[in-house]
């Protein structure tokens, strides 16, 4: 799962990036954010899974593996008519969502391009530049359509309410494309239909966020606070001695994994875990995968030659200490391709290529 990081000029697209990235500094940058030839700074960012450490101590395999999240730090380019240039749209369109970064702080030795620091503002800069990105691609395919003589198909009529739609400035939202739409507009790849976070970089002096927070709220989007350098600095220092630095500004864990938490209830994401003597590992899927495509995420061949799942909850592993065990308990039943994998299910493939 991948997720875009974009925002204004010295809004703390780095700053935020780096603090979810603890591992981007110094000798340590090539086992954290690297730079691609794009120019994007990318980053592998581990979710925290006390599941997985529990099997481990269970199992004792060779090695564990928790799932992650890819995070793109993007410098975002704009036309003058106000869109996105196209060497930023096609690193945009290839994220499952998109994390705007809005500058919600006063500091007076950090120029803003726009002058006045005004949250909203920016936030509307943002949607709008989004909603004419897609205007346009939607307005050259109508075009397109109109030329080849298809004005009668259903892709063109479906077209012409998504430009309906954005000629008013709105979001087309995860409600606003249907399934039959998905497969149609695949390859349009809409940004306005991608889950959408704010996050206000409120810094050490918070400018005022409650015009942030109403807009945000009127279009459904979840506002996501960052104490900006205070908690990206804090990011860098030992667990042990980030408790304390963080209490004193009230924040009860590290900003990762409270933004890993966000991302995975705004893209409905859970982790199944599969087990054993080689490997514990805990995997991304969308909630509600087919057990078959789940098998698939672990490899090609496990989902071609997929007969059946063998499924365990986690907590009742734990408890009957092992797999022999939870079968002999009567705990771990076998499930078809079409089962819908639930978070925290132990899960093992019978396949057969």
Known sequence: METAIIGLS???????????????????????????ANGANLADIKVPDVRVERLYGLFKPKKKALASVCFKDLQLEFTDNGGIAAASLGQLRSADALTLIIRAFQDDTVAHSLGEVDPLRDFNQLLDAIVFSDYEIAEKRIGRLVKEGKKAER?????????????????LGRGFITPEDRSLFSGFAFLSAKPLILVANTGEKSADTLPLQQAA????????HFQGVAEMEIAQLDPDEQIEFLEHMGIDEPVKNRFLRTIYTELNLVSFLTAGEDEVRAWSIPRNTPAMQAAGKIHSDLERGFIRAEVV?????????????????????????????????????????
Do not use: C, S
């Not at 709220?217 to 996501?224: P, R, V, Y």
């Open 155 to 171: 892709e063109y009529q479906r077209l012409l309410k998504i430009r309906e739609h954005l000629e008013q400035g709105r979001l």
């Open 10 to 36: 010295q809004a703390g697209k780095t700053t935020f990036f780096n603090a979810l990235n603890e591992y981007h500094t110094g000798e340590q940058d090539r086992a954290g954010g690297v730079r691609n």
């Open 313 to 353: 909850e986690w907590n009742q592993l734990l408890e009957a200490g092992g797999f022999k065990e939870a079968k002999r308990n009567g705990v771990m039943r076998l499930e078809g391709k079409d089962y819908p994998v639930k978070d925290g299910d132990v899960i093992t493939i019978r396949f057969n290529v």
């Open 217 to 224: 709220g009127a279009k459904g989007l979840t506002l996501f």
